[in-house]
Protein backbone atom coordinates (compact mmCIF):
# COMPACT_ATOMS: atom_id res chain seq x y z
CA UNK A 1 0.00 0.00 0.00
CA UNK A 2 1.14 3.69 -0.72
CA UNK A 3 2.39 6.04 2.19
CA UNK A 4 3.21 9.56 2.91
CA UNK A 5 6.63 10.35 3.55
CA UNK A 6 7.73 12.92 6.09
CA UNK A 7 11.01 14.00 5.67
CA UNK A 8 13.02 16.81 8.05
CA UNK A 9 16.77 17.52 8.58
CA UNK A 10 17.94 17.50 12.16
CA UNK A 11 21.02 17.63 14.56
CA UNK A 12 22.11 14.58 16.84
CA UNK A 13 21.17 16.54 19.75
CA UNK A 14 17.53 17.50 18.73
CA UNK A 15 16.55 13.90 16.92
CA UNK A 16 15.38 11.98 20.01
CA UNK A 17 12.64 14.88 20.38
CA UNK A 18 11.59 14.82 16.74
CA UNK A 19 11.16 10.53 17.22
CA UNK A 20 9.53 10.93 20.02
CA UNK A 21 6.91 13.36 18.22
CA UNK A 22 6.68 11.88 15.44
CA UNK A 23 5.89 8.29 17.09
CA UNK A 24 3.38 9.83 19.13
CA UNK A 25 1.22 10.98 16.71
CA UNK A 26 1.62 7.59 15.03
CA UNK A 27 4.42 7.49 12.90
CA UNK A 28 4.63 3.59 11.41
CA UNK A 29 8.30 4.03 11.07
CA UNK A 30 11.03 6.50 11.47
CA UNK A 31 14.65 5.60 9.93
CA UNK A 32 17.90 8.21 10.05
CA UNK A 33 20.14 8.89 7.53
CA UNK A 34 23.65 11.02 7.41
CA UNK A 35 22.66 14.34 5.89
CA UNK A 36 26.22 14.84 4.23
CA UNK A 37 25.76 11.37 2.59
CA UNK A 38 25.55 13.24 -0.75
CA UNK A 39 28.22 15.44 -0.11
CA UNK A 40 30.89 12.98 0.00
CA UNK A 41 31.45 13.61 3.73
CA UNK A 42 29.73 10.64 4.96
CA UNK A 43 30.98 9.27 8.61
CA UNK A 44 30.59 5.92 9.20
CA UNK A 45 28.73 3.98 11.79
CA UNK A 46 29.08 0.49 12.56
CA UNK A 47 28.27 -1.76 15.14
CA UNK A 48 27.53 0.59 18.41
CA UNK A 49 29.32 0.30 21.34
CA UNK A 50 28.32 -1.79 24.01
CA UNK A 51 26.54 1.23 26.12
CA UNK A 52 26.96 3.70 23.06
CA UNK A 53 23.82 5.04 20.24
CA UNK A 54 26.25 6.95 18.20
CA UNK A 55 24.83 9.13 15.35
CA UNK A 56 26.00 11.77 12.53
CA UNK A 57 25.84 15.46 13.61
CA UNK A 58 23.50 16.46 11.05
CA UNK A 59 20.85 13.93 10.15
CA UNK A 60 17.76 13.10 7.50
CA UNK A 61 15.02 11.78 9.43
CA UNK A 62 11.86 10.19 7.37
CA UNK A 63 8.87 8.84 8.89
CA UNK A 64 5.84 6.87 7.14
CA UNK A 65 2.41 7.24 7.81
CA UNK A 66 -0.75 5.96 6.38
CA UNK A 67 -1.31 7.00 2.69
CA UNK A 68 -4.90 8.83 4.09
CA UNK A 69 -2.86 10.91 6.72
CA UNK A 70 -3.99 14.78 6.55
CA UNK A 71 0.03 16.54 6.07
CA UNK A 72 -1.16 19.85 7.63
CA UNK A 73 -3.09 18.09 10.20
CA UNK A 74 -0.32 16.11 10.86
CA UNK A 75 1.80 19.08 11.07
CA UNK A 76 -0.37 21.03 13.82
CA UNK A 77 -0.28 17.47 15.74
CA UNK A 78 3.77 17.79 16.20
CA UNK A 79 3.44 21.89 16.58
CA UNK A 80 0.94 21.05 19.66
CA UNK A 81 3.13 17.99 20.87
CA UNK A 82 6.49 20.06 21.16
CA UNK A 83 5.87 23.28 19.89
CA UNK A 84 10.06 23.87 20.97
CA UNK A 85 11.20 22.15 17.64
CA UNK A 86 11.27 23.45 14.02
CA UNK A 87 8.76 21.85 11.97
CA UNK A 88 8.91 23.87 9.23
CA UNK A 89 11.43 22.24 7.16
CA UNK A 90 9.58 19.50 6.87
CA UNK A 91 8.67 17.86 3.77
CA UNK A 92 5.89 15.45 2.40
CA UNK A 93 5.34 13.13 -0.36
CA UNK A 94 3.63 10.19 -1.88
CA UNK A 95 5.39 6.82 -1.71
CA UNK A 96 4.44 3.24 -3.45
CA UNK A 97 5.15 0.57 -0.47
CA UNK A 98 8.16 -1.84 -1.83
CA UNK A 99 9.77 -4.28 0.31
CA UNK A 100 13.13 -2.49 1.03
CA UNK A 101 14.50 -5.36 3.29
CA UNK A 102 13.86 -7.88 0.31
CA UNK A 103 15.35 -5.51 -1.80
CA UNK A 104 18.65 -5.23 0.06
CA UNK A 105 18.82 -8.83 0.30
CA UNK A 106 18.63 -9.34 -3.18
CA UNK A 107 21.88 -7.12 -3.87
CA UNK A 108 23.29 -8.86 -0.92
CA UNK A 109 25.75 -12.04 -2.25
CA UNK A 110 27.96 -14.97 -0.73
CA UNK A 111 30.67 -13.63 0.50
CA UNK A 112 33.92 -16.01 1.18
CA UNK A 113 36.50 -15.08 4.22
CA UNK A 114 39.55 -17.37 4.01
CA UNK A 115 39.44 -21.24 3.26
CA UNK A 116 35.95 -22.40 4.54
CA UNK A 117 33.96 -19.41 5.36
CA UNK A 118 31.06 -18.15 3.66
CA UNK A 119 28.18 -16.00 4.60
CA UNK A 120 25.52 -16.51 2.42
CA UNK A 121 21.76 -15.08 2.45
CA UNK A 122 19.00 -17.14 3.61
CA UNK A 123 17.00 -16.67 0.59
CA UNK A 124 20.34 -17.69 -2.32
CA UNK A 125 21.06 -20.91 -3.47
CA UNK A 126 24.40 -22.17 -2.45
CA UNK A 127 27.69 -21.39 -4.86
CA UNK A 128 29.34 -24.04 -5.63
CA UNK A 129 32.68 -23.60 -3.93
CA UNK A 130 30.46 -22.98 -0.70
CA UNK A 131 29.18 -26.81 -1.03
CA UNK A 132 32.74 -28.48 -0.43
CA UNK A 133 32.31 -30.87 2.70
CA UNK A 134 34.80 -28.78 4.85
CA UNK A 135 32.81 -25.54 3.81
CA UNK A 136 31.55 -23.33 7.11
CA UNK A 137 28.54 -22.00 6.14
CA UNK A 138 26.27 -19.18 7.84
CA UNK A 139 22.79 -18.45 6.78
CA UNK A 140 22.21 -15.30 7.30
CA UNK A 141 19.09 -12.86 7.55
CA UNK A 142 21.22 -9.77 7.87
CA UNK A 143 17.81 -7.46 7.53
CA UNK A 144 17.84 -7.22 12.25
CA UNK A 145 20.88 -5.79 13.47
CA UNK A 146 24.20 -4.86 12.33
CA UNK A 147 26.81 -7.47 10.56
CA UNK A 148 26.54 -8.99 7.50
CA UNK A 149 29.94 -9.33 6.79
CA UNK A 150 29.72 -6.95 4.50
CA UNK A 151 31.87 -4.37 5.97
CA UNK A 152 36.30 -4.80 6.24
CA UNK A 153 35.58 -4.80 10.36
CA UNK A 154 33.87 -8.09 10.35
CA UNK A 155 35.56 -9.40 7.54
CA UNK A 156 38.66 -9.11 9.56
CA UNK A 157 37.10 -10.99 12.51
CA UNK A 158 35.79 -13.62 10.21
CA UNK A 159 39.04 -14.18 8.65
CA UNK A 160 40.56 -14.58 11.79
CA UNK A 161 38.07 -16.60 12.95
CA UNK A 162 38.83 -18.92 9.32
CA UNK A 163 42.69 -18.94 10.17
CA UNK A 164 42.25 -20.11 14.17
CA UNK A 165 40.30 -22.96 12.81
CA UNK A 166 43.20 -23.51 10.14
CA UNK A 167 45.58 -23.79 13.40
CA UNK A 168 43.96 -25.75 15.13
CA UNK A 169 42.81 -23.37 17.75
CA UNK A 170 39.05 -23.48 17.37
CA UNK A 171 37.94 -26.93 17.25
CA UNK A 172 35.94 -27.89 20.79
CA UNK A 173 36.65 -24.56 21.95
CA UNK A 174 34.40 -21.57 24.02
CA UNK A 175 33.85 -18.31 21.90
CA UNK A 176 32.84 -14.94 23.02
CA UNK A 177 31.44 -12.45 20.65
CA UNK A 178 31.33 -9.29 22.56
CA UNK A 179 28.91 -6.93 20.30
CA UNK A 180 27.39 -9.43 18.56
CA UNK A 181 24.79 -7.80 16.70
CA UNK A 182 23.64 -10.51 13.99
CA UNK A 183 25.27 -13.00 15.71
CA UNK A 184 27.70 -13.28 12.58
CA UNK A 185 31.26 -13.91 13.96
CA UNK A 186 29.81 -16.29 17.23
CA UNK A 187 27.64 -18.32 13.56
CA UNK A 188 30.86 -19.22 12.27
CA UNK A 189 32.88 -19.73 14.79
CA UNK A 190 30.54 -22.80 15.13
CA UNK A 191 30.18 -23.76 11.88
CA UNK A 192 34.37 -23.58 12.09
CA UNK A 193 33.83 -26.31 15.13
CA UNK A 194 33.65 -24.06 18.17
CA UNK A 195 32.06 -26.09 21.06
CA UNK A 196 29.50 -23.55 21.95
CA UNK A 197 29.35 -19.51 21.70
CA UNK A 198 27.98 -16.75 23.60
CA UNK A 199 27.20 -13.21 22.29
CA UNK A 200 27.13 -9.83 24.07
CA UNK A 201 24.81 -6.97 22.83
CA UNK A 202 23.35 -4.01 24.58
CA UNK A 203 20.40 -3.93 21.45
CA UNK A 204 17.94 -6.31 22.16
CA UNK A 205 16.99 -6.04 18.88
CA UNK A 206 20.36 -7.65 18.13
CA UNK A 207 19.76 -10.50 20.46
CA UNK A 208 16.85 -11.15 19.00
CA UNK A 209 18.66 -11.31 15.60
CA UNK A 210 21.14 -13.57 16.75
CA UNK A 211 18.70 -16.38 17.90
CA UNK A 212 17.18 -15.62 14.73
CA UNK A 213 20.48 -16.48 12.52
CA UNK A 214 21.20 -19.04 15.16
CA UNK A 215 17.97 -21.23 14.98
CA UNK A 216 18.58 -20.35 10.84
CA UNK A 217 21.54 -22.15 11.07
CA UNK A 218 20.57 -24.95 13.34
CA UNK A 219 22.43 -23.93 16.30
CA UNK A 220 22.40 -21.88 19.82
CA UNK A 221 24.04 -18.59 20.62
CA UNK A 222 23.56 -17.73 24.41
CA UNK A 223 22.80 -13.95 24.43
CA UNK A 224 22.96 -11.51 27.05
CA UNK A 225 22.28 -7.67 27.79
CA UNK A 226 25.79 -6.36 29.02
CA UNK A 227 24.01 -6.24 32.48
CA UNK A 228 23.24 -10.32 32.31
CA UNK A 229 26.37 -11.33 30.87
CA UNK A 230 27.95 -14.26 33.26
CA UNK A 231 31.75 -13.53 34.41
CA UNK A 232 33.19 -16.71 32.68
CA UNK A 233 36.32 -17.17 31.08
CA UNK A 234 37.01 -18.35 26.68
CA UNK A 235 39.79 -19.35 25.38
CA UNK A 236 38.77 -17.09 22.12
CA UNK A 237 37.14 -13.68 22.43
CA UNK A 238 36.38 -11.57 19.21
CA UNK A 239 34.77 -7.95 19.74
CA UNK A 240 34.28 -5.91 16.90
CA UNK A 241 33.06 -2.77 18.33
CA UNK A 242 34.16 0.87 18.22
CA UNK A 243 37.73 1.67 19.39
CA UNK A 244 36.48 4.22 22.37
CA UNK A 245 34.19 1.22 23.52
CA UNK A 246 37.57 -1.39 23.19
CA UNK A 247 39.37 1.43 25.49
CA UNK A 248 36.56 1.42 27.89
CA UNK A 249 35.83 -1.82 27.87
CA UNK A 250 39.92 -3.21 28.02
CA UNK A 251 39.26 -4.31 31.63
CA UNK A 252 36.29 -6.24 31.27
CA UNK A 253 37.09 -7.71 27.86
CA UNK A 254 40.57 -8.99 29.06
CA UNK A 255 39.17 -10.79 32.16
CA UNK A 256 36.66 -12.78 29.63
CA UNK A 257 39.72 -14.67 27.98
CA UNK A 258 41.73 -17.46 29.99
CA UNK A 259 45.29 -17.74 30.15
CA UNK A 260 46.63 -18.60 27.34
CA UNK A 261 43.60 -17.57 25.11
CA UNK A 262 43.20 -15.74 22.29
CA UNK A 263 41.45 -12.25 21.47
CA UNK A 264 40.51 -9.92 18.09
CA UNK A 265 39.90 -6.49 18.91
CA UNK A 266 38.16 -4.89 15.34
CA UNK A 267 36.12 -1.88 14.75
CA UNK A 268 39.61 0.47 14.71
CA UNK A 269 40.19 3.21 12.41
CA UNK A 270 43.98 3.60 10.80
CA UNK A 271 45.70 5.57 13.73
CA UNK A 272 44.07 4.79 16.18
CA UNK A 273 45.50 1.29 16.67
CA UNK A 274 48.79 2.49 18.58
CA UNK A 275 46.41 3.56 22.15
CA UNK A 276 44.56 -0.17 22.05
CA UNK A 277 48.11 -2.02 21.40
CA UNK A 278 49.62 -0.10 24.99
CA UNK A 279 46.31 -0.43 26.77
CA UNK A 280 46.15 -4.18 25.80
CA UNK A 281 49.44 -4.92 26.08
CA UNK A 282 49.24 -4.39 30.01
CA UNK A 283 47.19 -8.65 29.57
CA UNK A 284 48.18 -9.62 26.24
CA UNK A 285 51.57 -10.45 24.45
CA UNK A 286 51.94 -11.64 21.07
CA UNK A 287 50.08 -8.22 19.79
CA UNK A 288 49.35 -8.21 15.62
CA UNK A 289 48.12 -5.85 13.74
CA UNK A 290 46.11 -6.41 10.23
CA UNK A 291 44.40 -3.97 7.80
CA UNK A 292 41.85 -4.11 5.29
CA UNK A 293 41.07 -0.69 4.13
CA UNK A 294 41.16 2.26 6.63
CA UNK A 295 39.93 -0.22 9.29
CA UNK A 296 42.69 -2.14 12.05
CA UNK A 297 42.33 -5.53 13.90
CA UNK A 298 44.34 -6.29 16.99
CA UNK A 299 44.63 -9.74 17.97
CA UNK A 300 47.19 -11.12 20.36
CA UNK A 301 47.53 -14.27 23.13
CA UNK A 302 46.26 -13.89 27.07
CA UNK A 303 49.16 -14.27 29.37
CA UNK A 304 48.92 -16.92 32.04
Given at each position: MPFLELTLRCTEATQPRYENALEDVGALAVTLLDADADT??????????????PLWNALVLTALFPAETNALALLAALEAFDAGLDWS???????????WERAWLDQFQPMQFGRRTWIVPWNHELPAAAQAADAAVVRLDPGLAFGSGTHPTTALCLRWLDQLAADGELAGRSVLDFGCGSGILALA?????????????????????????????????????????????????????LASALDALAERLAARVAPGGRIALSGILHGQEGELLERYAAWFEQLQTAQDGDWMRITGVRRA
Open positions: GNEHAILEPGVGETNAGFRAVEDEDALKLGAANAAGVDNDPQALLATADNGERNGVHIAAYLPEDEPAATYPVVVANI
